[in-house]
């Protein structure tokens, strides 16, 4: 099976800090993606990537970088945190018939 | 309009019923699709896919698809408690990597 893992489960910041979210994957999948989940928002695709140091806008990247230096590793830049932020955030990976596998998600709050 | 739009619910099953799951979508470029359930404070988890219209079963769990009325469906038989959770649809477009998802839709199990 493949495991997506994220590094925290829970995360308190203050605001203005800049945050790292960091998911791992041992699959080998060159997909990649990080979605915020907000009630009554669904789940809306930040950034993602489909190659080492490749990425791509998602829906809102506002806010946000990405890094990929490993095909393993895709991390999630909050640059200055703000209240806005606090979420739930997921990453995912894709193979090449199924849909994603999630890791477990990391939720953020933002004092 | 949304690009897939499923009903939010709440949904309301009494044990051992068929639950019935929808959602719509409005890219006719959408070639496959997915459904995703996911207990509260968790991460999504698929639990079906189908890429061809008609119907798809797998034990418990009927997928649905409609390409002709953009129209795709889930079936829950023989509802158990453990069912209650909220179920994501979602859609991919073909040649692209990432998943459009639906708010999803609340489904309750009442014994």
């Known amino acids: 099976d493949v495991k997506v893992t994220q590094s925290s489960r829970y995360l308190v910041k203050r605001t203005g800090e800049k945050v790292f979210l960091e998911c791992v994957q041992d699959m080998d999948h060159e997909n990649m993606f990080w979605y915020r989940q907000d009630p009554g928002l669904g789940l809306r695709l930040i950034y993602f990537s489909y190659d080492v140091k490749m990425k791509e806008k998602g829906d809102i990247p506002e806010g946000y970088s990405v890094s990929r230096e490993k095909k393993e590793r895709f991390s999630l830049i909050l640059e200055s945190a703000s209240t806005n932020q606090t979420s739930m955030y997921l990453c995912?990976?894709?193979?090449?018939?199924?849909?994603?596998?999630f890791g477990s998600g990391t939720r953020l709050t933002v004092v | 309009q949304k690009e897939v739009e499923q009903n939010s619910g709440p949904l309301s099953v009494p044990e051992g019923a068929i639950a019935s799951l929808n959602c719509t979508y409005s890219d006719r470029g959408s070639q496959s699709f997915f459904w995703y359930r996911q207990y509260s404070g968790k991460s999504p988890e698929l639990i079906m896919f189908i890429y061809s219209n008609g119907d798809k079963e797998d034990g418990r769990f009927t997928a649905q698809l409609n390409k002709a009325s953009q129209y795709v469906s889930l079936l829950i038989r023989d509802s158990q408690p453990s069912d209650s959770a909220t179920y994501l649809c979602?859609?991919?477009?073909?040649?692209?990597?990432?998943?459009?998802f639906g708010q999803g839709t609340r489904l309750t199990i009442n014994p």
């Open positions: 995912a990976t894709k193979g090449e018939v199924y849909g994603y596998t």
């Open positions: 979602a859609a991919r477009i073909q040649g692209a990597q990432k998943l459009v």
